[in-house]
Protein backbone atom coordinates (compact mmCIF):
# COMPACT_ATOMS: atom_id res chain seq x y z
CA UNK A 1 0.00 0.00 0.00
CA UNK A 2 1.33 3.15 -1.14
CA UNK A 3 1.04 6.52 1.23
CA UNK A 4 0.80 9.59 -0.13
CA UNK A 5 2.81 12.69 0.23
CA UNK A 6 1.12 15.45 3.27
CA UNK A 7 -0.43 18.03 2.22
CA UNK A 8 0.88 21.56 3.10
CA UNK A 9 -1.60 23.89 4.42
CA UNK A 10 -2.06 27.45 2.86
CA UNK A 11 -0.15 30.41 4.19
CA UNK A 12 -2.63 33.19 6.14
CA UNK A 13 -4.58 35.61 4.39
CA UNK A 14 -3.12 39.76 4.34
CA UNK A 15 -6.24 40.19 6.58
CA UNK A 16 -5.26 37.36 8.70
CA UNK A 17 -2.06 38.25 9.47
CA UNK A 18 -3.42 41.87 10.32
CA UNK A 19 -6.03 41.14 12.27
CA UNK A 20 -3.19 38.64 14.10
CA UNK A 21 -1.09 41.98 14.81
CA UNK A 22 -3.78 44.10 15.89
CA UNK A 23 -5.38 41.45 18.51
CA UNK A 24 -1.10 40.95 19.95
CA UNK A 25 -1.10 45.03 20.35
CA UNK A 26 -4.67 45.21 22.08
CA UNK A 27 -3.25 42.38 24.89
CA UNK A 28 -0.11 44.20 25.34
CA UNK A 29 -1.73 47.36 25.93
CA UNK A 30 -4.22 45.77 28.48
CA UNK A 31 -1.38 43.49 30.48
CA UNK A 32 0.21 46.91 31.37
CA UNK A 33 -0.54 48.28 34.78
CA UNK A 34 -1.92 51.81 34.79
CA UNK A 35 0.13 54.31 36.80
CA UNK A 36 -1.28 56.19 38.90
CA UNK A 37 -1.69 60.26 38.38
CA UNK A 38 0.33 63.00 41.16
CA UNK A 39 2.89 63.34 42.97
CA UNK A 40 2.90 59.71 44.18
CA UNK A 41 4.02 58.22 41.05
CA UNK A 42 7.79 60.32 41.72
CA UNK A 43 7.78 59.38 45.71
CA UNK A 44 7.20 55.71 44.61
CA UNK A 45 9.68 55.70 41.84
CA UNK A 46 12.16 57.69 43.57
CA UNK A 47 12.63 56.80 47.09
CA UNK A 48 15.27 60.05 47.59
CA UNK A 49 13.15 62.45 45.86
CA UNK A 50 11.94 63.75 49.29
CA UNK A 51 15.84 64.39 50.62
CA UNK A 52 17.15 68.18 50.54
CA UNK A 53 19.90 68.93 48.02
CA UNK A 54 23.20 69.30 49.45
CA UNK A 55 24.55 73.07 50.11
CA UNK A 56 26.69 74.61 48.18
CA UNK A 57 30.07 75.25 49.86
CA UNK A 58 30.67 78.52 50.92
CA UNK A 59 34.10 79.70 51.82
CA UNK A 60 34.97 80.69 55.45
CA UNK A 61 35.66 84.18 56.96
CA UNK A 62 39.48 85.05 57.26
CA UNK A 63 41.02 85.13 60.74
CA UNK A 64 39.85 88.28 62.64
CA UNK A 65 37.03 89.79 60.06
CA UNK A 66 33.99 90.57 62.24
CA UNK A 67 31.04 91.73 59.75
CA UNK A 68 29.30 93.48 63.28
CA UNK A 69 32.29 95.13 63.74
CA UNK A 70 31.72 99.00 62.01
CA UNK A 71 34.32 100.42 59.14
CA UNK A 72 36.10 102.67 60.60
CA UNK A 73 36.84 105.79 57.73
CA UNK A 74 40.93 106.55 57.51
CA UNK A 75 41.54 109.50 59.33
CA UNK A 76 43.64 112.50 58.04
CA UNK A 77 47.43 112.68 58.44
CA UNK A 78 48.34 115.19 61.68
CA UNK A 79 51.71 116.00 62.30
CA UNK A 80 52.31 115.38 66.21
CA UNK A 81 48.29 114.51 66.30
CA UNK A 82 46.47 111.91 67.50
CA UNK A 83 46.22 110.02 64.06
CA UNK A 84 50.08 109.80 63.96
CA UNK A 85 51.19 110.28 67.92
CA UNK A 86 55.11 111.06 68.38
CA UNK A 87 55.18 112.13 64.56
CA UNK A 88 55.53 115.84 64.84
CA UNK A 89 58.45 115.07 67.67
CA UNK A 90 60.36 113.22 65.90
CA UNK A 91 60.02 115.95 62.99
CA UNK A 92 60.87 118.43 65.56
CA UNK A 93 63.80 116.35 67.41
CA UNK A 94 65.51 115.57 63.92
CA UNK A 95 64.74 118.25 61.82
CA UNK A 96 64.25 118.75 58.25
CA UNK A 97 65.75 117.16 55.75
CA UNK A 98 67.84 119.13 53.45
CA UNK A 99 69.62 117.53 50.63
CA UNK A 100 72.90 118.76 50.37
CA UNK A 101 74.83 118.32 46.62
CA UNK A 102 78.39 118.79 45.80
CA UNK A 103 79.94 122.17 44.00
CA UNK A 104 78.71 122.78 40.83
CA UNK A 105 76.05 119.83 40.63
CA UNK A 106 73.43 120.77 38.45
CA UNK A 107 69.85 119.84 40.19
CA UNK A 108 68.05 120.13 36.80
CA UNK A 109 66.75 122.76 34.97
CA UNK A 110 65.61 125.92 37.07
CA UNK A 111 62.45 126.82 38.36
CA UNK A 112 62.97 130.57 39.13
CA UNK A 113 59.98 132.56 37.27
CA UNK A 114 60.30 136.61 36.79
CA UNK A 115 62.65 138.95 36.51
CA UNK A 116 65.74 139.19 39.47
CA UNK A 117 67.39 141.98 40.12
CA UNK A 118 71.01 141.59 38.09
CA UNK A 119 73.25 143.38 40.99
CA UNK A 120 73.21 143.67 44.39
CA UNK A 121 73.91 147.50 46.27
CA UNK A 122 77.28 148.13 47.11
CA UNK A 123 78.36 144.80 44.87
CA UNK A 124 79.09 144.16 41.25
CA UNK A 125 78.76 140.71 39.69
CA UNK A 126 82.20 140.66 38.90
CA UNK A 127 83.46 140.67 42.09
CA UNK A 128 82.18 137.25 42.67
CA UNK A 129 83.34 135.68 39.76
CA UNK A 130 80.13 135.35 38.02
CA UNK A 131 79.12 137.45 35.06
CA UNK A 132 75.83 138.02 36.62
CA UNK A 133 74.18 138.44 40.05
CA UNK A 134 73.02 134.69 40.43
CA UNK A 135 70.42 133.86 43.26
CA UNK A 136 71.48 132.02 46.09
CA UNK A 137 71.33 128.35 44.91
CA UNK A 138 70.77 129.01 41.37
CA UNK A 139 72.81 126.72 38.83
CA UNK A 140 72.01 127.31 35.01
CA UNK A 141 71.76 124.39 33.14
CA UNK A 142 73.14 125.80 30.10
CA UNK A 143 75.95 127.64 30.79
CA UNK A 144 76.50 126.18 34.48
CA UNK A 145 76.55 130.53 35.76
CA UNK A 146 79.54 131.50 33.65
CA UNK A 147 77.18 133.28 30.89
CA UNK A 148 78.55 131.11 27.71
CA UNK A 149 77.05 127.92 26.88
CA UNK A 150 79.12 124.95 25.78
CA UNK A 151 78.65 125.81 21.85
CA UNK A 152 80.43 129.66 22.57
CA UNK A 153 77.61 131.59 22.65
CA UNK A 154 76.21 133.69 25.49
CA UNK A 155 73.59 132.19 27.45
CA UNK A 156 70.82 133.74 26.74
CA UNK A 157 68.81 132.78 29.23
CA UNK A 158 70.59 134.32 31.73
CA UNK A 159 71.26 137.73 29.74
CA UNK A 160 66.72 137.53 29.92
CA UNK A 161 66.61 136.78 33.48
CA UNK A 162 69.97 138.95 34.98
CA UNK A 163 71.55 141.32 32.64
CA UNK A 164 71.13 144.96 32.82
CA UNK A 165 71.17 147.10 29.89
CA UNK A 166 74.14 150.28 30.12
CA UNK A 167 72.61 153.67 30.37
CA UNK A 168 71.34 155.27 27.09
CA UNK A 169 71.19 159.30 26.73
CA UNK A 170 68.53 160.73 24.38
CA UNK A 171 69.96 163.38 22.17
CA UNK A 172 72.63 164.71 20.02
CA UNK A 173 76.20 163.56 19.81
CA UNK A 174 79.05 165.71 20.46
CA UNK A 175 80.97 167.23 17.81
CA UNK A 176 83.81 164.45 16.57
CA UNK A 177 81.65 161.23 18.28
CA UNK A 178 82.59 158.01 17.36
CA UNK A 179 80.26 155.55 15.77
CA UNK A 180 79.90 152.47 15.88
CA UNK A 181 78.28 149.29 15.50
CA UNK A 182 76.27 147.57 17.83
CA UNK A 183 78.28 144.64 20.32
CA UNK A 184 81.27 146.40 19.22
CA UNK A 185 84.49 145.21 21.24
CA UNK A 186 84.77 149.30 22.08
CA UNK A 187 81.84 149.24 23.94
CA UNK A 188 81.97 148.49 27.35
CA UNK A 189 80.04 145.72 28.87
CA UNK A 190 79.26 141.92 27.47
CA UNK A 191 78.08 140.91 24.50
CA UNK A 192 74.07 140.63 25.13
CA UNK A 193 73.11 136.63 25.17
CA UNK A 194 69.15 137.72 23.66
CA UNK A 195 70.99 139.37 20.59
CA UNK A 196 74.50 137.53 20.46
CA UNK A 197 75.54 141.62 19.92
CA UNK A 198 73.29 142.25 17.34
CA UNK A 199 70.94 144.52 18.88
CA UNK A 200 68.08 143.23 17.39
CA UNK A 201 66.32 139.93 17.30
CA UNK A 202 64.45 138.18 14.76
CA UNK A 203 60.06 137.70 15.08
CA UNK A 204 59.43 135.80 12.09
CA UNK A 205 58.74 137.46 9.10
CA UNK A 206 60.09 140.97 10.90
CA UNK A 207 62.79 142.65 13.20
CA UNK A 208 62.59 144.44 16.20
CA UNK A 209 65.68 146.14 18.46
CA UNK A 210 66.49 143.76 21.52
CA UNK A 211 64.60 144.81 24.45
CA UNK A 212 67.30 143.30 26.98
CA UNK A 213 70.39 145.54 25.75
CA UNK A 214 68.17 148.19 23.82
CA UNK A 215 70.38 147.67 20.52
CA UNK A 216 73.29 148.21 21.76
CA UNK A 217 74.79 144.96 22.04
CA UNK A 218 76.40 144.83 24.86
CA UNK A 219 74.97 144.32 28.89
CA UNK A 220 76.06 145.24 32.15
Known amino acids: MVKSPPTEEAPPSYDEV???????????????PAQPSGGGATAASSPTSDVPPRLPHRPTAAPGYSPASPYTPPQPYQAGG???PGYGAQSAAYGVYTPTYPAGYNAGQPSYVGVYPSAI???????????????PGYVCYKCHNTGVKSNG???????RMFARS????NGRPPPGALVVQPGDPRIPGKVCGNCKGRGYVDYFLFTDTCPICRGIGKVQ
Open 82 to 84: AAY
Open 18 to 32: VAAELAELNNRKNQR
Open 153 to 159: HPCGMCA
Open 121 to 135: PGQSAGTRGAPFAYP
Open 166 to 169: LPVV
